[in-house]
């Protein structure tokens, strides 16, 4: 699902919804609840139309299977479910990733629902040779309404499994908090992107000492 013709074709066809600046599919999705810390928490995953559209932005849904999802799953109660799940299993995740970050005991009822999720992935994955190199899919047809999931929950897994769960980090300003991995090479990387906190962050600061200065 989702190679790189189709990503192109789906920027093209409408503009992204979704910031995705984790640098990993089940961070960014653990960010779809903005403001996470505010006492007013921004809800990105309104209706399941915003969870189809999170696949679609993520490439993780084709674009004509998006389509499909958007279409029947309009009013649908099943897709209705289906997002309570991904919920469920958003929160899940973020239990488990932030006390990994906070270096706290992972809570045992979150790490059981998203073993829960990750084994529905299993059941829908397979591994696909192209040009000579294995990779994962996940069923195109017939899925239900729960597609978009299983690739998310497989994210999970696979970044709690690997040395890159060292650095996973959340945003140094408090404001925002989103969690994203840190790729750079020093492994100091502060902010979830620099274009968008580091900079808020960096005026801030000139703005304080500015006031200290008078
Ligand atoms: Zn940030």
């Given at each position: 699902m989702g190679d790189t013709k189709s990503k192109k074709e789906l920027v093209?066809?409408?503009?992204?919804?979704?910031?995705l600046?984790?640098?990993?599919l089940?961070?960014?999705?653990?960010?779809?609840?903005?403001?996470?810390?505010?006492?007013?928490?921004?809800?990105?995953?309104?209706?399941?139309?915003?969870?189809?559209?999170f696949g679609e932005d993520t490439g993780i849904l084709e674009p004509a299977f998006a389509?499909?999802?958007?279409?029947?799953?309009?009013?649908?109660?099943?897709?209705?479910?289906?997002?309570?799940?991904?919920?469920?299993?958003?929160?899940?995740?973020?239990?488990?990733?932030?006390?990994?970050?906070?270096?706290?005991?992972?809570?045992?009822?979150?790490?059981?629902?998203?073993?829960?999720?990750?084994?529905?992935?299993?059941?829908?994955?397979?591994?696909v040779?192209e040009?000579?190199?294995?990779e994962w899919r996940f069923?195109a047809?017939?899925?239900?309404?729960?597609a978009p999931?299983w690739p998310i929950?497989r994210s999970?897994?696979?970044?709690?499994?690997?040395?890159?769960?060292?650095?996973?980090?959340?945003?140094?300003?408090?404001?925002?908090?989103?969690?994203?991995?840190?790729?750079?090479?020093?492994?100091?990387?502060?902010?979830?992107?620099?274009?968008?906190?580091?900079?808020?962050?960096?005026?801030?600061?000139?703005?304080?000492?500015?006031?200290?200065?008078?």
């Amino acid at each position: 699902m989702g190679d790189t013709k189709s990503k192109k074709e789906l920027v093209r066809r409408r503009p992204p919804r979704f910031e995705l600046v984790a640098g990993a599919l089940c961070l960014d999705f653990i960010n779809t609840l903005d403001d996470r810390f505010s006492s007013q928490p921004k809800e990105l995953l309104e209706s399941y139309l915003d969870l189809a559209r999170f696949g679609e932005d993520t490439g993780i849904l084709e674009p004509a299977f998006a389509d499909r999802l958007i279409e029947t799953g309009y009013r649908s109660p099943s897709a209705a479910k289906v997002l309570t799940s991904a919920i469920e299993m958003r929160e899940a995740m973020f239990a488990v990733f932030a006390a990994m970050v906070n270096r706290k005991p992972v809570p045992s009822a979150a790490l059981q629902k998203l073993n829960g999720y990750m084994q529905a992935a299993a059941e829908h994955a397979r591994l696909v040779q192209e040009k000579g190199e294995f990779e994962w899919r996940f069923d195109a047809l017939p899925a239900g309404f729960d597609a978009p999931l299983w690739p998310i929950a497989r994210s999970a897994g696979e970044l709690l499994a690997s040395d890159q769960l060292a650095f996973v980090r959340t945003c140094a300003s408090n404001a925002c908090q989103w969690f994203f991995l840190d790729t750079s090479k020093s492994h100091r990387r502060r902010w979830c992107d620099m274009t968008k906190c580091g900079n808020r962050a960096k005026v801030q600061r000139f703005y304080n000492r500015k006031k200290k200065d008078q």
